[in-house]
């Protein structure tokens, strides 16, 4: 069982997702006494008799005022048993964007639902989001429990829709749990609940500490985006050429036969430094800087990857996006596309589907992509680009499409990363 279990929290807003990731804050002592300190000031101003839990996470002025979550929170707590690093993801529907961007790297997701509202559109559109973005495992938390009295019947209610639309996106049995919880109580968020006598399953810490957690699959041969060539031309170091980023996958060591992209030279790695000196091996996540035994005209946005399993050098992208802008997608578009440190024009050419995450179901042929539409789009850019499959390399398989005219994110997209239809 791996020490390390990145989530995610999603779900329609006032479902209480700050309330629980604050809950498990404050119950694994992971809170410090200045931050306790605040909330405990903030909610007595606010006229409340107990800590309001969702301020350890709503951080932002705008947020607290609002009683929203706004953008992506990332918190760090640790049990005996094991280390978390959670993305509190927003909840309306206008921000569905961030909750691309907290669950890209999560290998397991809580999707939070009102107990007395059951299972409501967003909470069908983020559970479709987590299906395309391959989170292997669900915890549909039925938060509120005991505004409807600890009532069983309605948790099953609740409980069977869900794992029927879960399954319906291609999650295995085994892989969803659903618990009853009250993240403003306590019930069943660290210790199980004397309130819910019927529910025989664990706790919800109890469950994210002994979960086994699949390998990555995005982490297999070597990706190295260059995003740095280092030339000091000092008196010390008058010959060193150096290419720092950090490793999207698999893992590097010197002597290592690699591939560079999109050029496709062959070459041999002679060091891997870091500001700590050389390593004998570093892996997926690190920083370091490749010298390579072989001098090659190689720039920021080239990738270094391992032999085997090269990547498809490419100028057409057949990809599913998540369309996260206000004005609509159609087709002849011209945007950017930014790959790793790469960035190149691209025009849009076909949108071959929309996925409506409802009925999950696909239309052909659609005119556009509005706000928080999915659909599967071929783009042509104006370079030759090293691609992955999202499914068999994450980092190397995702990228932003962006607007030229003023920079901002318009859609995530992901090369190949089929639909979640039913029938598949």
């Given at each position: 069982?791996?020490?390390?279990?990145?989530?995610?929290?999603?779900?329609?807003v006032?479902?209480?997702?700050?309330?629980?990731?604050?809950?498990?804050?404050y119950?694994?002592?992971?809170?410090?006494?200045?931050?306790?300190?605040?909330?405990?000031?903030?909610?007595?101003?606010?006229?409340?008799?107990?800590?309001?839990?969702?301020?350890?996470?709503?951080g932002?002025?705008?947020?607290?005022?609002?009683?929203i979550?706004?953008?992506?929170?990332?918190?760090?707590?640790a049990?005996?048993?094991?280390?978390f690093v959670?993305?509190?993801?927003?909840?309306?529907?206008q921000?569905?964007?961030?909750?691309v961007?907290?669950?890209?790297?999560?290998r397991?997701?809580?999707?939070?639902?009102?107990a007395?509202?059951?299972?409501?559109?967003?909470?069908?559109?983020h559970?479709?989001?987590?299906?395309?973005?391959?989170?292997?495992?669900?915890v549909?938390?039925?938060?509120?429990?005991d505004?409807?009295?600890?009532?069983?019947?309605?948790f099953?209610?609740?409980?069977?829709?869900?794992?029927?639309?879960?399954?319906?996106?291609?999650?295995?049995?085994?892989s969803?749990?659903?618990?009853?919880?009250?993240a403003?109580?306590?019930?069943?968020?660290?210790?199980p609940?004397?309130n819910?006598?019927?529910?025989?399953?664990?706790a919800?810490?109890?469950?994210?500490?002994?979960?086994p957690v699949?390998?990555?699959p995005?982490?297999?041969?070597l990706?190295f985006?260059?995003?740095?060539?280092i030339?000091?031309?000092?008196?010390?170091?008058?010959?060193?050429?150096?290419?720092?980023?950090?490793?999207?996958?698999g893992?590097?060591?010197?002597?290592?036969?690699?591939v560079?992209?999109?050029?496709?030279r062959?070459?041999?790695v002679?060091?891997?430094?870091?500001?700590?000196?050389?390593?004998?091996?570093?892996?997926?996540?690190?920083?370091?800087?490749?010298?390579?035994?072989d001098?090659?005209?190689?720039?920021?946005?080239?990738?270094?990857?391992?032999?085997?399993?090269?990547?498809v050098?490419?100028?057409e992208?057949?990809?599913t996006?998540?369309?996260?802008?206000?004005?609509?997608?159609?087709?002849g578009?011209?945007?950017?596309?930014?790959h790793?440190?790469?960035?190149?024009?691209?025009?849009?050419g076909?949108?071959r589907?929309?996925?409506?995450?409802?009925?999950l179901?696909t239309?052909?042929?659609?005119?556009?992509?509005?706000?928080?539409e999915i659909?599967?789009v071929?783009?042509?850019t104006?370079?030759?680009?090293?691609?992955?499959?999202?499914?068999?390399?994450g980092?190397?398989g995702?990228?932003?499409?962006?607007?030229?005219?003023?920079?901002?994110?318009?859609?995530?997209?992901?090369?190949?990363?089929?639909?979640?239809?039913?029938?598949?």
């Amino acid at each position: 069982m791996t020490d390390l279990l990145r989530l995610a929290t999603a779900g329609s807003v006032d479902d209480g997702k700050s309330t629980l990731v604050g809950r498990l804050l404050y119950d694994t002592k992971s809170v410090l006494a200045d931050q306790l300190d605040a909330v405990h000031r903030a909610s007595v101003d606010k006229g409340l008799s107990t800590p309001d839990l969702s301020l350890l996470v709503d951080g932002l002025r705008s947020e607290r005022e609002q009683g929203i979550t706004i953008d992506v929170a990332y918190r760090y707590f640790a049990t005996p048993r094991r280390t978390f690093v959670l993305a509190d993801t927003p909840g309306h529907v206008q921000y569905t964007r961030n909750t691309v961007t907290g669950a890209s790297t999560a290998r397991l997701a809580i999707l939070l639902v009102d107990a007395r509202k059951g299972v409501v559109e967003q909470t069908r559109r983020h559970a479709a989001v987590l299906a395309l973005l391959g989170v292997p495992r669900l915890v549909l938390a039925v938060n509120k429990i005991d505004l409807v009295d600890f009532d069983e019947g309605t948790f099953e209610v609740i409980a069977k829709e869900f794992a029927t639309h879960a399954a319906a996106l291609g999650y295995p049995r085994g892989s969803v749990l659903t618990i009853p919880v009250s993240a403003l109580r306590g019930d069943n968020v660290v210790e199980p609940s004397a309130n819910t006598p019927w529910y025989t399953g664990p706790a919800l810490l109890e469950h994210l500490e002994t979960v086994p957690v699949e390998p990555d699959p995005h982490e297999a041969a070597l990706r190295f985006p260059v995003q740095y060539v280092i030339r000091p031309r000092t008196p010390e170091h008058p010959d060193y050429r150096g290419y720092a980023g950090q490793i999207a996958a698999g893992s590097v060591r010197p002597g290592d036969e690699v591939v560079v992209l999109p050029a496709g030279r062959l070459t041999r790695v002679t060091r891997v430094d870091t500001p700590d000196g050389p390593l004998t091996e570093a892996t997926a996540g690190r920083s370091v800087t490749l010298l390579l035994a072989d001098d090659i005209d190689i720039s920021r946005g080239d990738l270094i990857v391992g032999q085997g399993q090269l990547p498809v050098i490419t100028d057409e992208l057949d990809a599913t996006l998540a369309w996260l802008a206000d004005k609509p997608l159609r087709a002849g578009a011209r945007v950017l596309v930014k790959h790793g440190a790469r960035t190149v024009q691209a025009i849009v050419g076909e949108l071959r589907t929309r996925f409506d995450e409802q009925r999950l179901s696909t239309v052909d042929a659609p005119e556009s992509l509005a706000l928080n539409e999915i659909g599967q789009v071929t783009l042509r850019t104006s370079a030759p680009v090293p691609v992955d499959d999202y499914a068999t390399h994450g980092r190397t398989g995702a990228f932003l499409v962006i607007d030229p005219a003023d920079g901002t994110t318009l859609a995530a997209g992901l090369v190949g990363a089929p639909l979640p239809v039913r029938g598949r």
